[in-house]
């Protein structure tokens, strides 16, 4: 993929790294200095000499103890934060390929699915990719082929579009391809797009669209923000939104 690495995960990694330095360093130190004392106090037995090796010994153990548990402490953190993510993507994955049902290919509307703009005319000023669908919208696209299709007013709206995919990364999966972002100048075109492609899902905003395709495809969603229902169609189902129907562990 390319991916160049945020400064966090960048301190995480030099963390990671220079714990085991930092301490071998130390013991070399300290081995040094004691070597030094006894070499001191070898030659000059007084009381002074021996209450400096004490107090150095005294604050040399809490610095050692210090750092152990520092870097303890630092290597317990990520492995359970790694843990809770990698638990949270397998659940998500298992979710969304029960919710696919065995669908290989899907066409998805932007406006109001992907994006946070709800119309063409929006498109013209600006495109914003709504963050929380990325993860899904990624696991999704490790089962099924994914096109995204939308109606725009010009060229200009379509190339918003695009850099705001490309920009957060999703071409860089592997799974969504910039060849499969479809655009078209009316409703029907989207219709006929979605006709010609033959997908198992669907998704829109718009129910008359899905009304129109019930009996051609073999699931469709509908995207509402008060999760209302579209149609009686038993093959339509309903959700706020993409991610939140492919969050919940029921078709």
Known sequence: ?????????????????????????????????????????????SAGSLGA?????????????????????RRRQKQTSDA??????????????????????MTCQLLGVILEESSPEELQHHA??????VEVLLEI???????????????????????ALENTGLF???????????????????????????PDWHVDTNPDTLSQLAKFIRFQLYISPSGSSSTSESNIFNSKSLESFFNEESL
């Open 84 to 105: 809770a993510v990698e638990a949270t993507k397998v659940v998500l994955g298992q979710t969304v390929k029960n919710k696919l049902n065995g669908g290989r290919k």
């Open 1 to 45: 993929m390319g991916e160049s690495s945020s400064p966090s995960s960048s301190l995480s990694l030099t963390q990671q790294i220079g714990v085991a330095p930092l301490l071998k360093r130390l013991s070399k130190h300290l081995t040094r200095k004691f070597a030094k004392i006894f070499f001191i106090l070898s030659n000059h037995k």
């Open 172 to 198: 860089k999966s592997g799974g969504l391809m910039k060849d499969k972002v479809l655009f078209c100048s009316t409703d029907n075109g989207r219709l006929s797009f979605v006709r010609q492609l033959e």
């Open 141 to 163: 696209s490790r089962f099924c082929d994914i096109y995204l299709i939308e109606r725009i007013l010009d060229d200009e709206s379509g190339e918003r579009v695009l850099l």
């Open 53 to 73: 090796l004490a107090g150095f010994v005294i604050a040399s153990v809490f610095a050692w103890k210090f750092v152990r548990a520092t870097a303890g402490q």
């Open 128 to 133: 914003t990719l709504r963050p929380s669908v």
